[in-house]
């Protein structure tokens, strides 16, 4: 929100997209658009609200398009990609690693298709190791980069 907010200030985005792929529902994001009336130029969707059981994973990616989609007229999208849904995260335990790669390709591929810049953040994760490590996390980044990377070095 305040890179949105800071966007519409310097005069370099009139309508902005959150996409919100954290496990968790982004409600301080609705609460500040709500509170800021920003509804008529920031486009929120936040998949937390709704999704997240693996047998919803489905759904969940064949909307992504739809989702992407609906942002087609902002002009960057911000994107949030929350290692926190995957299957093995014990505050997620919604996607497997290939359908988090799935995710991550259609969105890049989709905001690629529509031509519409995307900014993304590294968010979410709970999985560590026993000796207190974060490698499971820090591979789910490293994939969510490599997808980015195979859509925009094309
Ligand atoms: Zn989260």
Redesign the pocket.
Known sequence: MVAAFALKAEGLATRVGILDF???YGNGTDDLIAHHQAESWIEHYTSGKEYMAPYQADEFLSRIPEWVANMRDCDVILYQA?A?QHINDP?GRFLTTEQMKARDKCVFEMANSLGIPIAWNL??GYQVDSNGGIPAILEIHNNTMLECIAVYSC
Do not use: E, I, N
Request: aromatic content about 0%.
């Open positions: 954290d496990m968790h929350g926190d505050l968010a979410g």
